[in-house]
């Protein structure tokens, strides 16, 4: 006897047809679901804090929650609210959709949150994250506070993705990383930490990637500088205040993104088949691939002491690879930091996925500057060089900065590989940091070392730039030189003649030969590696572009 069912023999399917429509809901409101839609998936970020105004510590971000097959029923309509940010010194507000919620981030000083805001200057801790209790977790703790001269700084808010940094005697701790969402289709980095402020002369630290806005610099004019209020419709936090009178920034705005998802698992009827193809509903052929990366980000440029290298990022060989799968095809966003630009400027992050490199920390005519390797220190007090994998991942992403010895002398920039060396001597500058040799394009050295540290300026010597791009810094009539393109290098440092900028940062994917890899613009390039690599498949990124996997 003829079946319904097309002669298929077997239990019809309960589905979900929600045709993976995507709705991103940046303010209060109501989503009314198709008829067909029966699950979805959905990420609730909640309202970054608001940091405090002098010396402050960076807000945390708001909490961050991706939830995957969500019962609902079709055609119904739901309340949706999306969090405010924290006004200064205020806390996030929550969001929530279908029955789940995420907690604003920490607001003021030492704050719990969805992410915790950062230690004050003179009360240490930082704000606990996860305060709703939730596996995985919904955020992280703020950076505590280094108490005492020559620089009191406040902490980094908590991001989504990791911890605030502490504070340090060379100045204010980088906000926490976000974490990144591919609901909408391509990676977005959202729930970034506040950077905190200091009272000395460096500038604040940076927000954390997702939003999180900078720190202040200090001192200021009061009310003349502020930090920087933290990404709208990110859950960012607030940038902390500078010291005396500064404004200090607000918490970003969260947002909610709902994907109704189609669900066609089982045993199907030819005719359901049918219909769900000729709809566009039916699900395209699965891919799942493991690939390997090199992150580098733009290095620091300089004044007086060497550039730190940009941060240094890798899974090759041996480590953890990143993971990608979907359906029909997958594109990747990757965005190649910058280096800074000559007279302490900080380079550029730069992202893959997940991952992101931290911007290479600038050479001040101070302290250097915090960053994926720290900047040497300058010839004025205190003249000690930056920290280095700030924000902190693991393994280190860099190294710090090299130290001002005496007077007239300068540090090396960190690098990959080795930390900035110290000034060996009066109107000398310190070497910059090694990088480190990566061979996941198959080319062989130097052209395979990234990541190297700027030289300091020196009267009568300067120093040499670390091997992977470093530039060397001034010697004589010769002014500081520029880090290599392309390499994250950092620039050398300047004493009379002039300064050098950083080096762009770099991304390289490699994948087996049986992926198909594409890449935009056409600046970039995919090859393929000759044995022994096996056929390798390498996508490298020169500037900013999509990977596209299929």
């Given at each position: 006897?003829?079946?319904?069912?097309?002669?298929?023999?077997?239990?019809?399917?309960?589905?979900?047809?929600?045709?993976?429509?995507?709705?991103?809901?940046?303010?209060?409101?109501?989503?009314?679901?198709?008829?067909?839609?029966?699950?979805?998936?959905?990420?609730?970020?909640?309202?970054?804090?608001?940091?405090?105004?002098?010396?402050?510590?960076?807000?945390?971000?708001?909490?961050?929650?991706?939830?995957?097959?969500?019962?609902?029923?079709?055609?119904?309509?739901?309340?949706?609210?999306?969090?405010?940010?924290?006004?200064?010194?205020?806390?996030?507000?929550?969001?929530?959709?279908?029955?789940?919620?995420?907690?604003?981030?920490?607001?003021?000083?030492?704050?719990?949150?969805?992410?915790?805001?950062?230690?004050?200057?003179?009360?240490?801790?930082?704000?606990?994250?996860?305060?709703?209790?939730?596996?995985?977790?919904?955020?992280?703790?703020?950076?505590?506070?280094?108490?005492?001269?020559?620089?009191?700084?406040?902490?980094?808010?908590?991001?989504?993705?990791?911890?605030?940094?502490?504070?340090?005697?060379?100045?204010?701790?980088?906000?926490?990383?976000?974490?990144?969402?591919?609901?909408?289709?391509?990676?977005?980095?959202?729930?970034?930490?506040?950077?905190?402020?200091?009272?000395?002369?460096?500038?604040?630290?940076?927000?954390?990637?997702?939003?999180?806005?900078?720190?202040?610099?200090?001192?200021?004019?009061?009310?003349?500088?502020?930090?920087?209020?933290?990404?709208?419709n990110t859950g960012g936090g607030g940038g902390g205040g500078g010291f005396p009178?500064?404004?200090?920034?607000?918490?970003?705005?969260?947002?909610?993104?709902?994907?109704?998802?189609?669900?066609?698992?089982?045993?199907?009827?030819?005719?359901?088949?049918?219909?769900?193809?000729?709809?566009?509903?039916?699900?395209?052929?699965?891919?799942?691939?493991?690939?390997?990366?090199?992150?580098?980000?733009?290095?620091?440029?300089?004044?007086?002491?060497?550039?730190?290298?940009?941060?240094?990022?890798?899974?090759?060989?041996?480590?953890?690879?990143l993971s990608f799968s979907g359906f029909g095809s997958i594109t990747v966003p990757?965005?190649?930091?910058?280096?800074?630009?000559?007279?302490a400027n900080n380079g550029n992050p730069s992202i893959f996925s997940t991952i992101?490199?931290?911007?290479?920390?600038?050479?001040?005519?101070?302290?250097?500057?915090?960053?994926?390797?720290?900047?040497?220190?300058?010839?004025?007090?205190?003249?000690?060089?930056?920290?280095?994998?700030?924000?902190?991942?693991?393994?280190?992403?860099?190294?710090?900065?090299?130290?001002?010895?005496?007077?007239?002398?300068?540090?090396?920039?960190?690098?990959?590989?080795?930390?900035?060396?110290?000034?060996?001597?009066?109107?000398?500058?310190?070497?910059?940091?090694?990088?480190?040799?990566?061979?996941?394009?198959?080319?062989?050295?130097?052209?395979?070392?990234?990541?190297?540290?700027?030289?300091?300026?020196?009267?009568?010597?300067?120093?040499?730039?670390?091997?992977?791009?470093?530039?060397?810094?001034?010697?004589?009539?010769?002014?500081?030189?520029?880090?290599?393109?392309?390499?994250?290098?950092?620039?050398?440092?300047?004493?009379?003649?002039?300064?050098?900028?950083?080096?762009?940062?770099?991304?390289?994917?490699?994948?087996?030969?049986?992926?198909?890899?594409?890449?935009?613009?056409?600046?970039?390039?995919?090859?393929?590696?000759?044995?022994?690599?096996?056929?390798?498949?390498?996508?490298?990124?020169?500037?900013?572009?999509?990977?596209?996997?299929?």
């Amino acid at each position: 006897m003829a079946r319904g069912n097309g002669g298929i023999i077997g239990k019809t399917n309960q589905t979900s047809f929600g045709k993976c429509t995507v709705t991103s809901k940046t303010s209060s409101g109501n989503l009314t679901t198709q008829p067909a839609t029966r699950v979805v998936q959905t990420l609730i970020v909640a309202g970054g804090g608001g940091s405090y105004c002098i010396r402050g510590p960076g807000g945390g971000a708001g909490g961050f929650r991706c939830l995957s097959n969500v019962p609902v029923s079709g055609n119904t309509t739901y309340p949706i609210v999306v969090g405010g940010g924290g006004a200064i010194s205020t806390p996030g507000n929550n969001s929530s959709a279908f029955g789940n919620s995420s907690t604003g981030g920490g607001g003021c000083v030492n704050s719990p949150g969805g992410s915790g805001s950062g230690g004050f200057a003179s009360a240490g801790t930082g704000g606990t994250g996860n305060v709703g209790g939730y596996t995985p977790p919904e955020g992280n703790p703020g950076g505590n506070a280094f108490i005492g001269p020559p620089l009191d700084g406040g902490g980094g808010g908590g991001g989504a993705g990791a911890a605030g940094s502490p504070s340090t005697p060379s100045g204010a701790g980088a906000g926490g990383n976000g974490a990144v969402s591919t609901i909408t289709g391509s990676p977005v980095t959202y729930a970034g930490g506040g950077g905190g402020s200091v009272t000395g002369c460096t500038g604040g630290a940076l927000g954390g990637s997702g939003g999180g806005g900078a720190g202040a610099k200090s001192p200021v004019t009061p009310g003349s500088e502020i930090g920087v209020p933290g990404t709208a419709n990110t859950g960012g936090g607030g940038g902390g205040g500078g010291f005396p009178g500064g404004v200090a920034g607000t918490g970003g705005s969260g947002i909610v993104i709902v994907k109704e998802l189609n669900k066609a698992s089982g045993v199907w009827s030819l005719k359901s088949q049918l219909k769900a193809q000729q709809q566009g509903t039916w699900p395209l052929a699965p891919i799942s691939v493991d690939v390997d990366y090199l992150v580098v980000a733009g290095g620091g440029g300089a004044a007086n002491g060497g550039g730190g290298a940009g941060g240094y990022r890798t899974s090759f060989p041996g480590g953890t690879k990143l993971s990608f799968s979907g359906f029909g095809s997958i594109t990747v966003p990757v965005t190649i930091g910058a280096g800074g630009a000559a007279g302490a400027n900080n380079g550029n992050p730069s992202i893959f996925s997940t991952i992101t490199s931290a911007s290479g920390g600038a050479g001040r005519s101070t302290s250097g500057a915090a960053g994926g390797s720290g900047g040497g220190g300058g010839n004025d007090p205190p003249g000690i060089g930056g920290a280095g994998n700030s924000p902190p991942v693991s393994p280190p992403q860099g190294n710090p900065g090299g130290n001002n010895t005496g007077p007239l002398n300068t540090g090396g920039g960190g690098g990959a590989g080795a930390v900035g060396g110290n000034a060996p001597g009066p109107g000398t500058g310190g070497n910059g940091g090694a990088g480190s040799t990566n061979l996941i394009a198959g080319n062989p050295a130097p052209t395979s070392i990234y990541a190297g540290g700027g030289g300091g300026g020196g009267i009568s010597a300067g120093g040499l730039g670390g091997s992977g791009g470093g530039g060397a810094g001034e010697q004589g009539p010769i002014g500081g030189q520029n880090g290599t393109v392309n390499t994250g290098g950092g620039g050398g440092g300047g004493y009379l003649v002039s300064s050098g900028g950083g080096g762009s940062g770099i991304v390289i994917t490699r994948a087996p030969g049986s992926v198909n890899m594409s890449v935009s613009p056409g600046t970039n390039t995919v090859t393929t590696l000759p044995a022994p690599a096996g056929g390798c498949t390498v996508a490298t990124f020169t500037v900013s572009g999509d990977l596209t996997i299929s």
